[in-house]
């Protein structure tokens, strides 16, 4: 089966237009001329997002490793095959994960089918495990957390500027990480008397958030210190040239080097807890509708296209302040 590291090699394309295969790409799809060509072109072709080609991949060696186990061809694959397989993805993953491998399925199957591949969709009418979400995971940070997180940080340094400024965004902003790290300089501008943050969202679209005083003060310190303003075409947030991070390169950080940097600052400020990149959205989302924001209105700076969505990163009802569960008092003189 192949790893998620082998599965993003395995489908990226040189500019001649060429595949590059690895030795364990999954055998069940590629035992004939015709099958092979319409799965590799399904992952080139078809998927452009690269996080959802290398999951889907993913999923597809899984199956392709499970089948080949049991001896069975593509021709052979049948609904009762999908669904054991599924049943026993079931008590291994969470339901999440075996709706997303049922879904690469599905999708997979359906491409082969219309490049007459093969006869039928055998996971078509296969169903996956029922999951309902109400309340999201990520883990978020009270307002006294966030506030310390940002305070901590040295700004003496152009590393501290640079990092202040990101977390600001993100948190001011309910932005993505992905849309973040994306950003080119010219996307942080002024727009009649109002400072704003273009947001590279996923498809290829622009999110436009206006900024709130303290993002916009902290992105402009940044980026004076850095001296890139008259690079407007380069990367807003960039990687460090040194260790002393008194220099930059013109390097975009990607969302790697975002996690590390948080997970550093976080451990310098005593926040105790793993938190991550999507913390800042969940913690900017609770606390603008704990002081009184709208459910739309944060919808629309999020870029959701569901309040149902934006209302999984309300955290406010989850957290049961200490001095209620003391309450309790059986340990406790009276």
Known sequence: MPTTASAARAVSV??????????????????????????WEFFTANIRNKYTRTAY?????RFSAWCSGRGLSLEQVQPIHVSGYVEQLTSLVSAPTVKQHLAALRMLFDWLVVGQVIPFNPAHAVRGPKHSVKRGKTPVLSEEQARTLIQSIDTNSLIGLRDRALITLMLYTFARVGAVTKMKVQDF???????????????????KVSLACKAEEFLRAYVEAAGIGDDPKGPLFRTSANRTGTALTRNPMGQPD???????????????????????RATGITEYLRKGGR?????????????????LYD???????RAEMERVGILQPH
């Open 189 to 207: 501008a002024v727009e009649g008397d109002q400072p704003v943050a273009r947001l590279h969202e996923k498809g290829g679209k622009f999110h």
């Open 258 to 280: 975002v996690f590390l940097m948080i997970r550093r600052r976080a451990k310098a400020a005593g926040i105790r807890g793993k938190i991550n990149c999507h913390t800042f």
């Open 315 to 321: 955290r406010r009802e989850e957290r049961v302040p």
């Open 57 to 61: 991949l993913a999923a597809a060696g």
């Open 295 to 311: 459910l739309e209105t944060a919808q629309l700076i999020a870029n959701h296209e569901s309040a149902r969505t934006t209302g």
């Open 14 to 39: 040189t500019g001649s237009g060429n595949v590059r295969i690895p030795k364990d790409a999954p055998s069940l799809f590629l035992g004939t001329p015709a099958a092979a060509k319409r799965f």
